[in-house]
């Protein structure tokens, strides 16, 4: 997942703009889709709680710190953790995630009230895979634990069968499951080139939200065999709805990096963009490069994807999918893809082959 890589003004000012297009579109709509847009409209157009609200105008200045933490939430308060391994070389992949919302959120079919007590805090948790099949390892309500100490700090879960820990302190982390014959055992390390993490604090009168992601390399071993590779690791918390979007993250075999990032409007009856963005990480130069213009093309069934600007180019085929659901005031429902690179251009160069995710998440909901 993937959220706000531009100022939180800019989002603003666009989503004004939306809002006013939207109302103009609310004439054409039919009876239904007139109740779900008036709606949408009125949470957008409201003054949202603050993130700064309930973060006490911190500003982290470590990853640690935004990474291993709880934090009390506000209304429409969201928390969330995405975990995602790729061997660029391969198409093996994993994700984990796990995640709650300050209101009862049904997600996957499971009612999550994200209370924090003596058990622990609340959450949907979700492991997927492929090494060759799809796997889903764990699709359950669990009890998140957090501690943190001067040497390693912990986040992790446990019960009668399985039992997850994310262990370590900046820049070595370890990442174990183990559920009976699904295991896995893996070090993450700093990469040797590019930004290591990032983190985002953005406080308006509208929109709330904090982010750190991680960029690392990764080796050790998934279900008994070697897995390596590169690393995306993610803690998010914001106070606004889930709205629709496109994201990909592809690793290439040269070590080259191509991220991408869509968010529209959720009103119908057609996909309205907020804002898009695009970058590509040259491991060669060290340089990253931006590109404002995002444009998508892709079959109905998500298998083939075309994603392109004016200066870049991607093809890719995805060949394993899990599906998301998140009901609450509202409904939203997204799928990540597990996909290869089929063909990249940037800036006139072909960037060869690689391995990533994508996700195309559509609805809207609290």
Not at 7 to 25: D, L, N, P, T
Not at 305 to 327: E, M, N, R
């Amino acid at each position: 997942m993937r959220f706000l890589p531009v100022s939180i003004g800019e989002i603003e000012e666009k989503m004004g703009r939306s809002v006013a297009f939207s109302k103009k579109q609310l004439l054409r709509l039919n009876a239904f889709q007139k109740t779900t847009g008036k709606r949408a409209l009125s949470i957008l157009s409201s003054n949202f709680n603050s993130l700064s609200k309930f973060m006490g105008f911190e500003k982290y200045s470590a990853a640690d710190q935004f990474f291993f933490d709880f934090v009390s939430l506000p209304p429409l308060g969201k928390e969330y953790w995405f975990l995602h391994f790729t061997d660029p070389n391969s198409k093996k992949q994993l994700v984990v995630t796990f995640g709650r919302a300050q209101s009862q959120m049904d997600i996957n079919r499971l009612k999550i009230k994200g209370n924090v007590d003596l058990k622990g805090m609340e959450c949907a948790a979700v492991i997927w895979l492929f090494d060759g099949k799809k796997k889903v390892l764990l699709n359950s309500r669990e009890y998140i634990k957090l501690e943190k100490g001067s040497e390693q700090n912990s986040l992790g879960f446990s019960s009668k069968s399985t039992n997850f820990d994310f262990h370590g302190k900046y820049p070595s982390y370890e990442m174990d499951f183990k559920g009976g014959k699904n295991q896995f055992a893996l070090k993450i390390t700093k990469s040797r080139k590019g930004k290591p993490f990032e983190i985002l604090n953005s406080f308006s009168p509208t929109i709330g939200m904090g982010l750190v992601n991680l960029f690392f390399d990764f080796e050790g071993k998934m279900l008994g065999k070697p897995f390596s590779g590169k690393c995306y690791v993610q803690k998010v918390i914001l106070t606004s709805p889930f709205i629709p979007w496109n994201w990909g993250r592809f690793y290439f075999e040269d070590g080259g990096i191509f991220e991408f990032f869509a968010v529209y409007t959720p009103i119908l009856p057609g996909k309205l963009k907020l804002f898009t963005h695009a970058h590509y990480f040259d491991y060669h130069t060290n340089k990253t490069h931006n590109y404002p213009d995002v444009n998508i093309e892709k079959t109905p069934d998500g298998l083939h994807w075309h994603v392109f600007g004016d200066k870049y180019s991607l093809y890719a085929k995805s060949y394993s999918s899990h599906p998301f659901t998140f009901k609450g005031h509202g409904e939203f429902k997204y799928l990540e893809y597990f996909a290869e690179a089929v063909d990249l251009m940037v800036n006139g160069k072909v960037r060869g082959k690689g391995a990533g995710i994508l996700e195309d998440a559509v609805g809207f909901v609290v």
